[in-house]
């Protein structure tokens, strides 16, 4: 490793730019590449706008088997180098969702700016996702008036959209507030409705 790294600081920046550009160049033509390896490379070459997406896979690839935290960093790097608009929102939602797993304050704040930028899109499903996971974010918080004035929000922005699932669940989200909250005739009726829902939609 000492070897490695004495060779390595010995190069000049554009040796070592042409050397990582010809690593990633050889990884992007292997399927089976790992999106982290080659997002290093990229960036290490000064390929930046080539290193969004394949930063933004790493992290979608990190998060399914439950590593957040390197989740969090490969969206965090893509944002700052600069994504798309329209890849911003989905982008917030997967850093909001990977917060979840381990700082509830910060998924909050990453939700609430997912949820603007689906507003800003005119989504409202994707709005309410994010209205829910802030709402959750809240209820971990010991803040239930706040979890459930977003969850209520939640809901109210699907008003008027047709039948999806994201409506089953912003309903099915409010009525276990409700529960807890000692409603449980609300709670009832609610959870009905989800159910119907859910079943209509096969969720």
Do not use: C
Not at 159 to 173: C, I, K, V, Y
Not at 182 to 202: Q, V
Request: no cysteine; net charge negative; charged share 30%.
């Amino acid at each position: 490793a000492l070897t490695r790294e004495v060779v390595y600081d010995d190069l000049l920046v554009r040796e070592r730019k042409r050397l990582h550009r010809a690593v990633a160049a050889a990884l992007g033509d292997a399927a089976s590449a790992e999106p982290s390896l080659l997002a290093h490379h990229l960036l290490a070459a000064g390929e930046s706008e080539r290193a969004v997406p394949v930063l933004l896979e790493a992290a979608r690839r990190a998060f399914r088997p439950s590593a957040p935290r390197e989740a969090v960093a490969a969206v965090a790097r893509a944002l700052e180098i600069g994504l798309p608009d329209a890849d911003l929102a989905s982008a917030l939602e997967l850093q909001a969702e990977a917060y979840h797993f381990f700082d509830s304050a910060l998924s909050l704040k990453a939700a609430l700016e997912a949820a603007e930028a689906y507003r800003e899109r005119d989504d409202a499903r994707g709005r309410s996702r994010m209205l829910r996971l802030a709402s959750r974010s809240h209820w971990l918080r010991g803040e239930g008036a706040e979890s459930q004035a977003l969850a209520r929000e939640a809901l109210d922005v699907l008003d008027g959209e047709p039948e999806s699932m994201e409506l089953g669940r912003a309903t099915a989200h409010l009525a276990s507030l409700r529960m807890v909250d000692n409603a449980s005739d609300e709670a009832i009726t609610l959870a009905e409705r989800a159910i119907a829902i859910g079943e209509r939609t096969k969720d």
